[in-house]
């Protein structure tokens, strides 16, 4: 089975990581938290004013390179691959790229190891990309062609909506995709 992994949200905290590094640099202005996100794009829940102060965080050298693993990630991909399941990480890296293409492959080097990062797919348009599964925070993703593979939805405040598709988190992950794998395997 072919399982795609999202990286930003689902292999690495971008969500934890940014609202530290802003109570650290304003800390007299309270940022959106965790779970008071509404919106899958961040800036959407900061007011106009802000926005450049939030990007800034995000889009400068080291940030997600840096990022810390989501708490289970990277044990659920060892385990996965253990399995023999073929493992992808696809990702979208942001508008503002110039750092975040490097710092993504990085991320899974320090991570995973060198070999890994043979495993990256990156693109802008993940229906265009083959598999089983995929596993993503975003809530809704589209693109250009009807997607071959599931969407499994990564447990986010900003995606608690989406209520048609199977949910996971790391701790719970067993079940969710004993589920899928039994229904591949029927």
């Known amino acids: 089975m072919l399982i795609l992994l999202d990286q930003d949200g689902v292999l690495a905290d971008f969500e934890h990581a940014f609202l530290a590094i802003w109570k650290e640099r304003h800390p007299d202005i309270p940022p ?17 004013e802000l926005r450049p102060l939030a990007t800034a965080i995000y889009t400068e050298p080291g940030f997600i390179r840096n990022l810390p693993p989501v708490p289970g990630a990277l044990d659920a991909v060892r385990e996965l691959l253990a399995m023999g399941m073929d493992i992808r990480i696809c990702t979208s890296p942001l508008t503002q790229f110039e750092n975040c293409v490097l710092e993504k492959y990085l991320w899974v080097e320090k991570h995973l190891g060198r070999e890994a990062t043979q495993r990256i797919v990156m693109t802008r348009d993940k229906t265009l990309v083959h598999g089983d599964l995929l596993i993503d925070d975003k809530p809704e993703i589209v693109g250009a062609v009807r997607p071959r593979w599931k969407h499994i939805v990564y447990d ?21 995709l004993a589920g899928e794998l039994y229904a591949a395997d029927a």
């Not at 938290?33 to 899958?40: G, P, T």
């Not at 995606?159 to 701790?171: F, G, I, S, Y």
């Open 32 to 48: 959106v938290e965790f779970a008071d996100r509404k919106s899958f794009h961040i800036l959407e829940d900061y007011p106009a």
């Open 156 to 176: 986010a405040p900003y995606n608690r909506q989406v209520t048609d598709r199977p949910r996971l988190t790391w701790d719970k992950w067993r079940n969710v």
